[in-house]
């Protein structure tokens, strides 16, 4: 049977939706972008927020609208995707790594460690729709004088206590990548409590005017517009989401269910706090490092697993912050073994219940024939 690690939660309702853009003539941003921006900020309860191109660029667009300046230094997860630290580096920032807990989250206590006089901001990221003690990182922030961009990416309806991810710093940012629970095919927000910021942000995102048409730029900005083709796909997946966070929920504990007498390996779960927990991927842990010869083995059986993330503080692109002692490996121990030890499981919204069962068998197959052949 063969298991791939994704497969896009797209049909024909979202073809249907964008065929209006085309029968009013309206493909670039327009009335349903306008719609959707009112419905996400619905869902989350933010009070402001504008759409992005995507995840990437809703994050430079959150900082740039914060004023992170070349210079600045802000702290971000060593495990996470890359382009958390590359919206940093875009904006002549200096991402400043700290390791993470076992869950794969921000370790809140670690940051101490990084703070220097340039230190202007922390990035949560809510890594596979986990989320870090928002209120301990909250106090860590304020005490001392961070803002917070959250990088939501990976956690749309999700939340942390009585309040959504996304709603807790400064401003954050959305990706809606065709692999998230929420897609547009590309596409990103980022969301706001600050009228200030989000004053900032429109003029940032069209040019620096708030009208388009207008030749008059009050300010600096740039093109950071989507279009009406791919909100009409938003507002279509949006009346699916229940399903999506449904199914999601459902694949987690039948792999929690399936593994739970196998002692070699474990599911990641959430802490109680996360609720709904919307698992971007399951996330399966090994313990003797086994990860690379455990995906060889599912690979060969046609299960198609992906490796964790890379850490951030051994990869080639950074290798120029290498000299400063905040980014030696000894302070990356959980990230190395998260690396060394954590698998992302096929956890497509329509993966089939044989699939998942096959998956599982195909991971016990692992183990006995590991143990036969020692
Ligand atoms: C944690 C995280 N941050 C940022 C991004 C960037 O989003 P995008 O791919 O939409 O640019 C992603 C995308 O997968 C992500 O997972």
């Known amino acids: ?101 076992k869950d794969s989250q921000l370790n809140i206590e670690a940051c101490r460690r990084v703070l220097s006089p340039k230190t202007k901001a922390i990035m949560p990221v809510h890594l596979f729709g986990l989320v870090p003690d928002m209120g301990r990182l909250q106090e860590f922030a304020q005490k001392n004088k961070l803002l917070i961009i959250e990088d939501a990416a990976q956690a749309f309806g999700v939340k942390w206590g009585k309040k959504f991810c996304g709603t807790f710093g400064n401003a954050a940012a959305f990706s809606f990548f065709a692999d998230k629970s929420l897609t547009t095919a590309e596409g990103g927000f980022v969301a706001t409590n600050d009228k200030k910021v989000y004053e900032k942000l429109l003029f940032l995102r069209n040019q620096g005017r708030r009208d388009r048409g207008s030749f008059i730029h009050q300010e600096i900005g740039y093109n950071f517009r989507i279009t009406d083709i791919q909100s009409a796909i938003g507002l279509s997946q949006l009346k699916k989401f229940k399903q999506v966070v449904f199914n999601k929920k459902a694949i987690h504990a039948k792999y929690t269910q399936l593994l739970e007498n196998c002692d070699r390996v474990e599911i990641l779960q959430p802490p109680i706090e996360v609720d709904p927990f919307i698992p971007f991927r399951v996330i399966l842990k090994t313990k003797l490092n086994e990860s690379s010869e455990l995906m060889e083995h599912l690979r060969k059986n046609d299960v198609e697993p992906r490796e964790f993330f890379y850490p951030l503080h051994k990869q080639p692109a950074f290798s120029y912050l290498q000299t400063d002692e905040r980014y030696d490996d000894c302070h990356f121990t959980i990230s190395n073994h998260i690396y060394d030890n954590y698998i992302c499981l096929p956890s497509f919204v329509s993966i089939s219940e044989e699939q998942v069962k096959y998956v599982v068998q195909t991971i016990k197959s692992y183990y006995k024939e590991g143990q036969s052949s020692k």
Request: with cysteine; proline share 7%; glycine share 8%.
């Open 1 to 101: 049977m063969k298991v791939p690690q994704f497969i896009p939660f797209v049909g024909m309702e979202e073809y249907e939706s964008i065929k209006r853009c085309f029968e009013t003539n309206w493909i670039t941003e327009g009335p349903l972008s306008k719609e959707f921006n009112e419905k996400i900020l619905e869902i989350i309860g933010a009070k402001y927020g504008v759409l992005a191109p995507n995840g990437t660029l809703a994050l430079i667009l959150a900082m740039k609208a914060l004023g992170i300046n070349p210079g600045d230094e802000v702290i971000v997860p060593n495990l996470t995707f890359f382009a958390s630290a590359s919206a940093v580096e875009f904006l002549g920032a200096q991402p400043v790594f700290v390791d993470v807990c």
